[in-house]
Structures are given as C-alpha cells and as structure tokens.
C-alpha cells in the first residue's frame, strides 16, 4: 500500500489547516485497515493524534486535540482527511499517515510538515 500526504504549511495560532492522505495498490480491500494520522515534533517521539476505524463510523483522538482536529476518511476514494482548527504552537510537527491492516502491517507516507507560528 501506497500512502502520500498533503496539505500542511505554515499558519498562524488560531488557524486551520486540512491535511489530505491518499492511499494505493490496495491488495486487500481498503475495509481491512484502519486508518490513523501520527505527528512528530522535534526532539520528540512520535505520537498518535487521531484515529478513525475501517468503516469510518467510530474515532479517536489524543486528549490535546480533541475538539480541535477532525479525522474522516472516504472509503469511496481511499482517502483520508485531518481537519485541524483553532491550531497552536505546539502542533508544529510532520504530520504521517498510517494505515494498519487487521492483520498487523502498518503503511507510512513520507509525513508533511505543519508549522504555526506568528
């Protein structure tokens, strides 16, 4: 499985920003993975931010982004999306794509960098 992020930048505190994940060469149906968005910031491990099942019915978040960041993914186009509102410095970080099959493997894209500062 091919996974390619998109859609970070720079952007002041309080803002938003959508990141994008597409994924391919699906082997098995895309129904067999769940989907989950990482960030690492510098000098930091990586950390789980948000995570959304394979029939995209239940989420979960990390407690410092909850209502904040949205996670949804449409099974229809294998894509994924993280909708990141009222952004702060300390969400500065590469943001990756994860998808983890139900039999353990996990797929990672190349991570897109986020930046908030003023």
């Known amino acids: 499985v091919q996974v390619v992020e998109s859609g970070g930048g720079l952007v002041q505190p309080g803002g938003s920003l959508r990141l994008s994940c597409a994924a391919s060469g699906f082997t098995f149906s895309p129904l067999n993975y769940d989907m989950n968005w990482y960030r690492q910031a510098p000098g930091k491990e990586r950390e789980l931010v948000a995570s959304v099942n394979s029939a995209g019915d239940r989420t979960t978040y990390a407690d410092s982004v909850k209502g904040r960041f949205t996670i949804s993914r449409d099974n229809s186009k294998n894509t994924m999306a993280l909708q990141m509102n009222n952004l702060k410095s300390e969400d500065t970080a590469v943001y990756y794509c994860?998808?983890?099959?139900?039999?353990?493997?996990?797929?990672w894209g190349q991570g897109t960098q986020v930046t908030v500062s003023s």
């Open positions: 994860n998808l983890r099959s139900k039999w353990g493997s996990n797929s």
